[in-house]
């Protein structure tokens, strides 16, 4: 049994004051449009969809969630664009200077904004640890084969090609 004086003790400790929010800001490439979101972001997700490369041009695109209430445009209001799919009920935001995507919002969370994570310079108190779209992820996406140095390129990876077989089973050089 506990006694008074560590119960006391326990309880003022669990009335301290919360601290203050950390933040986490981001860009668009040309820097027009600024803003921040109160860190931890609520979740973080890879998207495979074929609407979600279409957007971004890429095999994939990773996002962070964060709630509108902890989410602030800090400057280049008038330079965001936006695009609105009616039947899909989405809507994407741009940089209308240098084409950055920047905001994806759906009609079904209203209440939430997600950013791409690639606009974050800092953490966002979140891993993307989620995949949606899995299935339309095109065939030509990386899979975690493994990866040589090219020679005489440096910073270039490449994965050698797969080995061909002929059909009655010799190899082919």
């Keep these: 049994m506990r006694s008074p004086q560590m119960q006391g003790d326990r309880s003022r400790l669990a009335k301290a004051p919360k601290a203050a929010w950390a933040r986490a800001s981001g860009q668009c490439q040309c820097g027009e449009v600024r803003f921040e979101i109160d860190v931890p972001a609520v979740w973080a997700w890879h998207d495979h969809s074929a609407a979600g490369r279409r957007a971004h ?95 005489g390129f440096p910073g270039v990876l490449w994965a050698r090609p797969k080995r061909k077989t002929r059909l009655d089973g010799g190899d082919l050089l």
């Design 57 to 151: 041009g890429g095999a994939y695109a990773t996002y962070v969630g964060s709630w509108r209430s902890r989410f602030r445009l800090i400057a280049g209001e008038a330079a965001v664009t936006r695009y609105e799919d009616p039947a899909a009920g989405t809507a994407r935001s741009f940089c209308a200077r240098c084409g950055t995507p920047l905001f994806y919002e759906r009609r079904r969370s209203p209440k939430m904004v997600n950013i791409p994570r690639a606009l974050f310079a800092g953490r966002t108190g979140r891993e993307p640890r989620y995949h949606l779209g899995l299935e339309q992820s095109p065939e030509w996406a990386y899979l975690g084969e493994a990866l040589k140095p090219l020679k």
